[in-house]
């Protein structure tokens, strides 16, 4: 894509209101690199999501969270909505609104639900999901809540539940990335798309 292409396929501006505790940089003040990947977003997304006007803020910053980011659910012994499901369950127990609304969005998306991330930001343990996802997600949450506690039994109860040593692995390292996402969307106030809170409801 060139530099022409990645500006007419985003938006116009980035929206000022992405984060409230600091500011949001111009698009045009942006290095090449992160304005074609806020362009590939704005494509895929219909708009461009907030965490990208956000962590724009400090490109050194952005490059790195966003690598890590498609690592994750690139490289994943996981399917796309066990990665949700993580993410919605320990965003829901940190209380950011930004992750649970985003990402609630995409929990409804891949596990073709519309009430499923309702459900699981308001408590996992209740949700419609399978024992095999309850013990995931019982690992993420302690781990997220209670991280010293974590402890061999609690691998044992993942293999048990049918993943795998390298499944194990992702887990802890989805939850350890969100709980990351969650504390900065906190501190720096970012708030999600109006889109996000409509996506898939149907």
Known sequence: MTESEADSAVDPELRDDAMNRFPVPDLEDLPD??????????????????????????????????DYHDALVEDTALEREEIELIVVAVSGVNHCYYC??????????????????????????????????????????????????????????LRQAGFDEEACWDIASVTAFYNLSNRLAMFADMRPNEEFHTLARE
């Open 100 to 157: 649970n609304v985003a990402h609630g969005a995409l929990v409804r998306i891949y596990a073709e639900d519309p009430l499923l991330a309702d459900q699981l930001v308001a408590n996992y343990r209740t949700a419609d999901i399978n024992d095999a996802h309850r013990t995931m997600l019982d690992v993420a949450v302690k781990l997220t809540e209670r991280p010293a506690e974590v402890e061999q039994a609690d691998l044992e109860a």
């Open 33 to 66: 690199d992160l304005r074609e990947r806020i362009a590939d977003e704005t494509e895929r997304a219909g708009f461009t999501p907030n965490v990208f006007a956000a962590m724009a803020y400090k490109p050194s910053h952005f490059r790195a969270f966003f």
